[in-house]
């Protein structure tokens, strides 16, 4: 299995996280398993996302309707928990910002506050027909 190792920065995002998981929650529900907390965990990563994520498989979620966007959940670990690195495909964060989901607020389950340093590895999804990546 490929993984991938990128230090980051735990960051506060734009405020907008809630709206698009809780949007979005049923389409997760559907394509991973779980019903995401309604919120993201953004990390400040040393290195440009596109150049982490090539390398690996990741999963196309569909809009909830037709005015939204699909995005392309990854697979991830944050310190020994499973989580996924969303990728919309319309963003207006930088290429440097990782969203992270999970079914748990990882802030606190994870005691994390802005500023702390964390690692995030990343892995190819297991996954069948909604999976998608050149490999």
């Not at 969303?86 to 500023?115: C, F």
Request: charged fraction near 30%; hydrophobic fraction near 35%.
């Amino acid at each position: 299995m490929r993984k991938t190792i990128v230090k980051g920065v735990v960051v506060s995002g734009l405020g907008e996280g809630r709206k698009y998981v809780t949007l979005y929650a049923e389409e997760f529900r559907k394509s991973i398993g779980i019903i995401p907390y309604p919120g993201t965990l953004n990390i400040k990563l040393e290195k440009p996302l596109d150049d982490v994520l090539s390398r690996h498989k990741h999963i196309i979620v569909e809009p909830p309707s037709k005015e939204f966007y699909p995005v392309l959940l990854y697979c991830a670990e944050l310190r020994g928990r499973k989580v996924y690195l969303v990728r919309p495909l319309k963003t207006r964060h930088g290429n440097k910002i990782a969203e992270i989901i999970s079914d748990k607020y990882l802030r606190k389950e994870l005691g994390l506050k802005d500023g702390d340093e964390v690692i995030l590895e990343i892995t190819d999804c297991s996954c069948q027909e909604s999976c998608s990546g050149d490999l």
